[in-house]
C-alpha cells in the first residue's frame, strides 16, 4: 500500500523554525517529484514548494522563497521542508504529495497522485 506520513508541525513563536518531514511507505520515492502544500482555515489549498526526484530541481512559491528549503534523502524514503521565520500567515495544514514523474510542475498540485494525511503548523504567540 502506497502511503505518505507527515510529521513534524507543532506550535511555534513568529519568527521560530520547524522541520517538516514526509516519509514513504509502499514504494521508493527515487522516482517521484514530491511537493509541499499547505490549506490554511477558510483558504483554499495552495503549493509551497516541490522537488524533483534527484533533488538537483527545486521551486518556490514566492510567500516562502528565502524562508522554506526543501531537501530530500532518498536514501532514507525521506522529504523535508525547513520552514524559518514563521510567520502566523504560514499557519496551515501542510500535505505532501508525490508526483509520478522526476519533474515538478512549478510548485501546483499537477500530476500529484499521492497525497498524505497531513500536519498541522500553527504559528502564534
Known amino acids: 500500500q502506497l502511503q505518505l506520513v507527515e510529521s513534524g508541525g507543532g506550535l511555534v513563536q513568529p519568527g521560530g523554525s520547524l522541520r517538516l518531514s514526509c516519509a514513504a511507505s509502499g514504494f521508493t520515492l527515487d522516482y517521484y517529484a514530491i511537493g509541499w502544500f499547505r490549506q490554511a482555515p477558510g483558504k483554499e489549498r495552495e503549493g509551497v514548494s516541490c522537488i524533483s526526484s534527484s533533488g538537483g530541481s527545486t521551486n518556490y512559491a514566492d510567500s516562502v522563497k528565502g524562508r522554506f528549503t526543501i531537501s530530500r ?18 499557519t496551515a495544514v501542510y500535505y505532501c504529495a508525490a508526483r509520478t514523474y522526476y519533474y515538478c510542475s512549478g510548485y501546483s498540485d499537477y500530476g500529484m497522485n499521492y497525497w498524505g494525511k497531513g500536519t498541522l503548523v500553527t504559528v502564534s504567540s
Do not use: C, I, T
Open 73 to 90: 534523502d532518498n536514501a532514507k524514503n525521506m522529504v523535508y521542508l525547513q520552514m524559518n521565520s514563521l510567520k502566523p500567515e504560514d
